[in-house]
């Protein structure tokens, strides 16, 4: 009954075009989950995502679930994800993305999730890693460890929102650094983010992480910009 009182005062509205959702859709509408560009990266091992990276840092695979246009549907999935709370965003792409994954031998071989990390004056003004619970779902689904502890940002620096993609794959490679002890060395990390736009942020983390004895590097990605 509550429910139904809160659904008609305060509407539940999907993530990608703000129209009200039925009772059995959740975040994301019927319409915008058949709309929504998908990459497919999975089923190829040299996808685009993975050879972005080629030449720049040793990534044993990479990937990301949808394609990133202005205006579209991901775009205002991802906006009201980073700046608006819905963190619920991110927990159904990470189901999402792990039932497509379940069987990805690539995906097997990794030890743990690591996410992108905020700097701490970040994350105390937003409240919270937007692909935390991105990170979550694809842990307890793939049964893999969440761990934001190995990975800090160093430098505080303002949002790459407004930045050109030339301002962007100008980022600093000394940002970010690793905490590791002898029980990280020699791991497979999945490192995870929202977009990736230049790869600059994840290449400046897989270094970070790289600088870990034997360790090794697989990216993925909620979203891909794509032109």
Known sequence: MW????NLFFPRTCAGCQSILLSQ???ICTHCRHNIPLTHHHQNPDNELFQRFYGRIPLEFGAALFYFHKKGIVQEMMHQLKYKGHQEIGTVVGEWYASELQHSEPIRKTNCIVPVPLHPKRMRERGYNQVATFGKALSIKLNLPYDDTVLH???YTKTQ???TLLGRSDLDT?????????LHHGQHFLLIDDVMTTGATLEACS???LKIPDAKVSILCMAMAHN
């Open 3 to 6: 429910n139904h009182l809160l």
């Open 25 to 27: 859709e959740i975040v």
């Open 207 to 209: 270094r970070a992480l």
């Open 161 to 163: 929102t407004k930045k």
């Open 153 to 155: 940002r160093k430098v």
């Open 174 to 182: 000394n940002l970010f650094d690793s905490s590791f002890s002898e």
